[in-house]
């Protein structure tokens, strides 16, 4: 049982502080420690070290950082979480170097929190787990049944354990001081005492065959290793282990060697045999060929890996290992080996153990390759064409998955549910679903997989167990591919899920089931035929059955079993190669042909045999053979027709152009690939004439235009980035000058950069957008002459100049002030807004002190403040802050941030405009405690005409138009506006501008605004 998480909270807020008791309180397993302050926490924290510390950055007195500080060196090494309303990436890398697990923004994501806690939690506890199987691990060694001495240099044993003296037959059991050496030459191990004390370092081994005192004979497997203490002592190591078993093995292996190297010879696939504790192989002449080697290759593993591509030689060996430790029940992978002539050859590489000693430790390995070559090439080309259509028309049957390797979050299909027992209306996460039902073992197993592709040839090829919900356990294999992202790292994994269960539950019968040799044939998953010719008796083995869909005892062992199967078209030239072999014409035959299964259709296979006994006479007694399903093969075949049809057809029905631009980077060149054919239809040339000649199109683009489509290009594949542009094309055919708008994102591969990418004819677009743009301009300039004389006389009489009014003529005089002041704000955004989005607003840009700037704007928007029962508050430096702006378009800015959080502030409350220099940049921010901004709503909160609340909108007034002319005209000042909002709490708008000269940063406090704005 893991002993509760300690978690230690670090926060002076007291609602924030109620606030992490409620998120954690949901967490079991965990006790909760909070404090209000730096100075209380430390001491706390030092005496009860946390296992997780959730830290806020600013506290008073001491702040997170330096309490981290004060811990370092104090034994205390929580996980840390800092959480901190700053978004300085300054302090974030600090924050990091210090040692902090992970960082977390103010305003407090409460969903975001609780998954980053659960995600720290999750590895703590495996950490207390794995210390508590280190523990366990060590008790095991102790007992360990190899027989172990530790001897000094003299020979004497100073300890050993009881499994040395039981090894070696000596009851009572051999005591400490007992000179080993002379008891080992007495059983027969030669010059025993100088092999054990002989001078030197290192390690040795020898096997030897030993005679006990009980007169048994031993085969036993010494280990000797020497040290040397830095004071020049000689200690000697001694591991002892029983052979036996193993011995014997070897020698029956050595009897059946004739008939597995018949078993070999008969394949067509490359077979091999691997002899662990020698290393030694037997390879068939079909597994030498396939590599274009002869018989002088040496026969040995360390030959084997020099021939493995440098990208698959660690998972071969890893998969390899699995296989060897038990992990997997057998091996199998897809690598690729050099042949002599220098390319590579893929092969299919399938193994199993069939012989373990004694301990259980493997000690020989029977597998098959298949020259898989042009099945992985239809494959690449399948999944290319897979990953165009988003890899959404796979075979029936199996489930398709994605995974963010940022935030570990997955996406699952409907079979992918299926695979896994469930449905997609599963109310359990995608995570939960795979923790449940997978073992600890497994997860593990794929989690390295994955790492391992991020790093390594980007592919995850495994297969796992899973338990269904109704207790039935399942097998899934799985393919997945990293996708990568334009800077080059790893952003996502594809992959599909195929159930395998049935095939592998075939393979544990056929091995059960069938001698060595029959396993050896059969374990690249072909069925094998044995037919007595002259009786007509025929072994069809299980898989041969099972391929048709056949149980073992449905089908009558008999070769007319096979000539009834076999379709009658495909019977005459069939009959005529296997008489042919029969009758000495030819040495074996290999044929496709289509055989009947149980469900009444036919399924392609390949059929091979050869006669391999034969009479005085020269007749042929016996032939033997495999089946190959060639079902998946033609399947992979025809979907691949498939999806290209259904590619081309979407491309031809498409709006827009889709073509393929391939760039080499070592070359410097690029050419269109691909070019769907609408490209006649919309620019006026042949997609064929494009794909030869591209110079066709750019020779075509507006001559004003023309430069800059080349400069974006450049800037595109300089970047390994997205491409848009947007231009005008003169056709060539009928002299028509259309606007055109192109974009395109990039694929890099070996040394290449693929833009899959659309163009599309946007003329109407924007000619809808010049009449929009004329249209809104001329109104709003037509109608601002005549309101500002109206609104001039309106505001002459209500001065009384022009004598006194009545008072109810008075109140209908300022109403129409009113209305007509906001229906002069109306216009001047909207021809701000015409100007910018026609790209006509011009800026006065120079390099001014902002203080005085702000001050003026705190003073002319005082009264308006105060209509709103609202006070303004200044916070600047006492010395002055630099920028480049536009001074009236600046106080356009902070007016229009101003005049928004007094209308929605309550009355009595701060309105707070701050200006300060850091880092190189200068922020200028408006703060209210108003309502705030709706999470709903933020992002649309710059968007034309937008409004939170279109009843608060009648209440406050507004043109919708105001923060989407203030971010343009920020941006224009090379600038950026934030926003961070907590509903009823606070709400901060930023215009973040670069510092144009080195300021100070003394704060003055008199009433919050310096001497100098006064």
Aim: with cysteine; net charge negative; aromatic share 6%.
């Amino acid at each position: 049982m893991l002993r509760p998480v300690q978690i230690a909270v670090v926060e002076d807020s007291e609602t924030f502080r109620r606030l992490y008791q409620s998120l954690l309180g949901g967490f079991e397993h965990c006790s909760v420690s909070m404090y209000a302050t730096a100075e209380q926490a430390l001491p706390g924290l030092q005496q009860n070290p946390p296992d997780l510390l959730i830290l806020d950055y600013v506290l008073p007195g001491m702040n997170g950082l330096e309490l981290l500080q004060a811990l370092d060196g104090t034994g205390v090494q929580p996980q840390v979480l800092l959480v901190t309303a700053q978004s300085d990436r300054t302090l974030q890398m600090q924050a990091l170097r210090m040692g902090v697990t992970d960082i977390i923004s103010k305003p407090l994501d409460e969903v975001l929190f609780q998954l980053r806690v659960r995600m720290l939690l999750q590895g703590i506890q495996e950490r207390q787990a794995r210390l508590r199987q280190e523990h366990a691990m060590a008790t095991l060694s102790a007992a360990a049944p190899i027989g172990m001495a530790l001897l000094a240099a003299d020979g004497r044993c100073i300890s050993l354990n009881p499994a040395l003296s039981r090894l070696l037959g000596c009851y009572p059991p051999l005591s400490p001081d007992y000179r080993l050496g002379l008891q080992l030459e007495q059983m027969g191990l030669q010059a025993g005492s100088h092999w054990l004390l002989e001078e030197g370092v290192g390690l040795d081994a020898r096997e030897a065959l030993l005679m006990l005192p009980d007169g048994r004979e031993q085969w036993l497997r010494l280990h000797r290793a020497c040290t040397l203490s830095p004071e020049g002592e000689r200690t000697i190591w001694l591991h002892v282990e029983d052979i036996q078993v193993t011995r014997q093995l070897l020698r029956q292996l050595q009897e059946s060697q004739l008939r597995l190297q018949f078993a070999l010879e008969l394949t067509e696939d490359g077979m091999w045999e691997w002899d662990i504790p020698s290393g030694n192989l037997l390879l068939n002449q079909r597994w030498l060929d396939m590599l274009g080697l002869d018989a002088s290759f040496p026969h040995h593993v360390s030959a084997w890996e020099p021939l493995v591509h440098p990208d698959d030689v660690g998972p071969a060996i890893q998969r390899l290992q699995a296989m060897l430790d038990g992990v997997a029940p057998a091996y199998e992978f897809e690598h690729r080996l050099r042949h002599r002539d220098g390319h590579w050859v893929w092969v299919l590489g399938r193994a199993k153990v069939v012989v373990y000693g004694p301990e259980g430790k493997p000690v020989r390995v029977v597998g098959t390759n298949v020259d898989v070559s042009a099945r992985r090439n239809a494959l690449e080309a399948s999944m290319e064409m897979g990953e165009k259509l988003q890899m959404a028309t796979a075979t029936a049957g199996i489930g398709i998955w994605e995974l963010d390797l940022e935030s570990n979050q997955s996406r699952w299909d409907a079979q992918t549910y299926r695979l896994f027992g469930t449905q997609a209306d599963d109310p359990r996460s995608t995570q939960t679903i795979w923790n449940e039902q997978l073992s600890e073992a497994d997860r593990q197993r794929m989690a390295d997989n994955i790492t391992i592709a991020r790093m390594g040839d980007g592919m995850v090829v495994d297969e796992f167990a899973v338990v269904w919900p109704d207790g039935s356990p399942h097998v899934l294999r799985v393919h997945a591919r990293v996708g990568r992202k334009s800077e080059g790292g790893a952003g996502r994994l594809i992959g599909v899920n195929i159930d395998v269960t049935e095939d592998r539950k075939r393979e544990q019968a056929l091995a059960e089931a069938e001698a060595r040799w029959r396993f050896a044939l059969e374990g690249s998953g072909d069925g094998v035929w044995d037919w007595q010719v002259q009786r007509g008796d025929a072994y069809l083995s299980p898989r041969w059955l099972q391929m048709l869909g056949y149980e073992a005892d449905e089908l009558p062992m008999h070769v007319g079993t096979w000539l009834n199967l076999l379709h009658p078209e495909d019977k005459p030239r069939v009959l005529d190669a296997v008489n042919a072999c029969i009758g000495g014409v030819i040495p074996h035959f290999q044929f496709e042909c289509r055989m009947r299964n149980k469900q009444g259709g036919y399924q392609w296979v390949l059929d091979r045999g050869t006669v391999i006994e034969r009479d005085a006479a020269g007749r042929a007694v016996r032939m033997i053979g495999t089946h190959s399903d060639l079902t998946r093969l033609y399947d992979a075949e025809s979907a691949l027709r498939r999806s290209e049809a259904r590619l081309l057809d979407i491309t031809d029905h498409f709006p827009g152009v889709i073509y393929q631009w391939v760039y080499n980077t070592r070359l410097r060149e690029g050419t269109f690939t691909y070019v769907s054919s609408r490209h006649q239809d919309l620019f006026g040339i042949a997609a064929e004439a494009i794909m030869v000649n591209d110079d066709l199109f750019t020779n075509c683009i507006h001559p004003d235009d023309r430069q800059a489509y080349l400069d974006s290009v450049d800037a595109a594949v300089a970047e390994a980035g997205e491409w848009r542009y947007e231009g005008r094309f003169r056709r060539p055919d009928s002299g028509q000058e259309i606007w055109w708008q192109g974009a395109s994102s990039p694929q890099q591969e070996e040394g290449l950069l693929i833009y899959n990418g659309v163009l599309l004819d946007i003329t109407e677009r924007k000619r809808m957008e010049r009449m929009r743009d004329e249209f809104v301009a001329t109104v709003s300039h037509e109608l601002r002459t005549p309101l500002t004389s109206i609104l001039g006389s309106l505001k002459l009489a209500d001065s009384g100049q022009l004598g006194d009014v009545p008072a109810m003529v008075a109140e209908l005089h300022r109403i129409s002030i009113r209305n007509a002041d906001r229906l002069l704000l109306l216009i001047n955004d909207l021809l701000d807004m015409s100007k910018i989005e026609s790209g006509m607003l011009s800026l006065q840009l120079e390099t001014l002190p902002l203080l005085p700037i702000v001050q003026d704007v705190m003073a002319m928007n005082q009264a308006y403040a105060q209509s709103f029962g609202v006070t303004l508050l200044l916070e600047a430096p006492a010395g002055d802050v630099t920028a480049t702006v536009d001074r009236n378009r600046l106080q356009q800015i902070l007016t229009n941030l101003l005049s928004n959080a007094c209308k929605f502030s309550p009355v009595g409350e701060q309105v707070v405009l701050s200006l300060k220099a850091q880092g190189g940049q200068v922020c200028l921010s408006v703060t209210d405690h108003g309502p705030g901004i709706p999470d709903s709503f933020r992002h649309r909160l710059f968007s034309k005409f937008a409004q939170a609340d279109s009843s608060d909108t009648r209440q406050k007034g507004g043109t919708g138009l105001g923060l989407v002319i203030t971010k343009a005209l920020v941006e224009r000042m090379a600038g950026q506006i934030q926003v961070e909002s907590v509903p009823d709490v606070e709400t901060r708008f930023s215009v973040i501008l670069p510092e144009a000269a080195a300021t100070r940063t003394a704060f003055a406090t008199a009433d919050g605004i310096p001497a100098s704005a006064t």
